[in-house]
T-cell receptor, first 116, second 116 residues
């Protein structure tokens, strides 16, 4: 069965600190996609990144970077030099070929609080 | 362009009443999804529509829940005989045509349902 675990319920940092949000997943499928979404206080989920299971290259986008390691079934998300606007709940999610890639299974989310 | 819209934004109802939640997907998006976000349960998949294919209803929690998608566009999620445990934010998402798994799901702002 597919499962996504985000063990960190809440993280508090001070602005300009680096922070890493952990995501561990379980799947029996060899072909799958991993996602990160941001949910700011307004409530609307915002897509951040999609990574397929065959692409283990790390990705950097501005202050955001993602570390995908199949060996440990992890897809961690790092924010460098955090800002107050980064405060939000961040969700990691998984979709499998077995379900046609259409069903997103979400972790329980990590609430990030960035204080000035 | 316009994003996914949902109405109402908030709904308060009494236990035992029926409710209808509406989702307007992004124009041209062929896939539509309903998720539920509740305390303690995180984000759960409910149902998925793709074009004219039969919907994937595997996430609906009980037969009190049903959904329709008329004309391949607007969708309505109906909850009959609401219970207090139905209280949650109901999120709708849509995605464009294309290879499954390559598509980002665009989320609406959600409908917050409170059952008294």
């Amino acid at each position: 069965a597919q499962k996504v675990t985000q063990a960190q319920t809440e993280i508090s940092v001070v602005e300009k600190e680096d922070v890493t949000l952990d995501c561990v997943y379980e799947t029996r499928d060899t072909t799958y996609y991993l996602f990160w979404y941001k949910q700011p206080p307004s409530g609307e989920l915002v897509f951040l990144i999609r990574r397929n299971s065959f692409d283990e290259q790390n990705e950097i986008s501005g202050r955001y970077s993602w570390n995908f390691q199949k060996s440990t079934s992890s897809f961690n998300f790092t924010i460098t030099a955090s800002q107050v606007v980064d405060s939000a709940v961040y969700f990691c999610a998984l979709s499998e070929r077995g379900t046609g890639f259409q069903k997103l299974v979400f972790g329980t989310g990590t609430r990030l609080l960035v204080s000035p | 362009g316009a994003g996914v819209s949902q109405s109402p934004s908030n709904k308060v109802t009494e236990k035992g009443k029926d409710v209808e939640l509406r989702c307007d997907p992004i124009s041209g998006h062929t896939a539509l999804y309903w998720y539920r976000q509740s305390l303690g349960q995180g984000l759960e998949f409910l149902i998925y529509f793709q074009g004219n294919s039969a919907p994937d209803k595997s996430g609906l929690p009980s037969d009190r829940f049903s959904a329709e998608r008329t004309g391949g566009s607007v969708s309505t999620l109906t909850i009959q005989r609401t219970q207090q445990e139905d209280s949650a934010v109901y999120l709708c998402a849509s995605s464009p045509p294309g290879l499954a798994g390559n598509n980002e799901q665009f989320f609406g702002p959600g409908t917050r349902l409170t059952v008294l």
